[in-house]
C-alpha cells in the first residue's frame, strides 16, 4: 500500500513527520495545494480529487491526513468511493466547527462530516491539541467509525513535536495495513 499524504493549513512545515515519511516510504505522494495559507475547501477538494485521479488504480492507497487535511479527507471520503484508496489515517483533525478552536478563514470547512466512512480509518489525538478537545477527538472518530488512538499530550502532532518519522505513528500505520490485509483476506 501506498502513501498519499494530506497536509494540512500552511503544508505543515519541513520538519514535519509527514514530510519525513514522504521521503521515507516509497512513492508517497501527495496533495499539493496552489494556496496553502487561505485554503477554500472547494479547491483543496479539486486538487485532492486531481491528485487522487492521477493515481495507478492497480495499487491501493492510504490517505495520511494532518490537522486542516483530515478534515479534507473527511469531506472527500463523505463525497467518493474510489476503489484503490483503501484506508485513512487521520492525525490531530483541527475542529473546524469552533469558534474556540481554529481561525475564522477556515471556517469554510464546516461541518466536518459526520458519517461512518466505506474504509477503515483510524484517528490519532492529542490531549492537549490546542486545535480540538480530546472529547470531540473521540466524537468525530467515532461518528466517522474510526479505530480511535490517544497519545498523550502530544501537543497539536506536528513540526513543533520534533517527531522526525515518528517511529510510534508508523506502529499505528502497519496495524492499519494490517488490519484492511485482514479484511480483505476475509472477504475476498
Known amino acids: 500500500m501506498k502513501l498519499i499524504i494530506v497536509a494540512g493549513l500552511n503544508n505543515s512545515g519541513p520538519d514535519h513527520w509527514q514530510n519525513f515519511w514522504q521521503?521515507?516510504?516509497?512513492?508517497?505522494?501527495?496533495?499539493?495545494?496552489?494556496?496553502?495559507?487561505?485554503?477554500?475547501?472547494?479547491?483543496?477538494?479539486?486538487?485532492?480529487?486531481?491528485?487522487?485521479?492521477?493515481?495507478?488504480?492497480?495499487?491501493?492507497?492510504?490517505?495520511?491526513?494532518?490537522?486542516?487535511?483530515?478534515?479534507?479527507?473527511?469531506?472527500?471520503?463523505a463525497q467518493n468511493d474510489i476503489r484503490n484508496v483503501v484506508g485513512a489515517m487521520l492525525v490531530a483533525p483541527a475542529d473546524v466547527d469552533s469558534a474556540v478552536h481554529t481561525p475564522d478563514y477556515i471556517w469554510n470547512f464546516s461541518p466536518i462530516p459526520m458519517v461512518k466512512f466505506s474504509i477503515p480509518t483510524v484517528v490519532v489525538a492529542s490531549e492537549n491539541d490546542p486545535y480540538m478537545t480530546m472529547e470531540r477527538s473521540q466524537l468525530v472518530a467515532e461518528s466517522w467509525g474510526s479505530e480511535f488512538y490517544n497519545f498523550g499530550a502530544l501537543g497539536h502532532i506536528n513540526s513543533d513535536c520534533k517527531l522526525g518519522l515518528w517511529p510510534e505513528g508508523q506502529a499505528v500505520l502497519e496495524a492499519l495495513k494490517n488490519s484492511i490485509e485482514l479484511n480483505a483476506s476475509n472477504n475476498p
Not at 54 to 63: I, K, V
Open 23 to 77: 521521503s521515507h516510504f516509497p512513492e508517497t505522494i501527495k496533495v499539493e495545494q496552489a494556496e496553502w495559507d487561505y485554503p477554500q475547501l472547494s479547491e483543496w477538494l479539486d486538487q485532492m480529487n486531481k491528485t487522487i485521479a492521477e493515481t495507478n488504480s492497480d495499487e491501493r492507497y492510504l490517505l495520511v491526513g494532518h490537522s486542516l487535511g483530515c478534515v479534507l479527507c473527511a469531506h472527500w471520503l
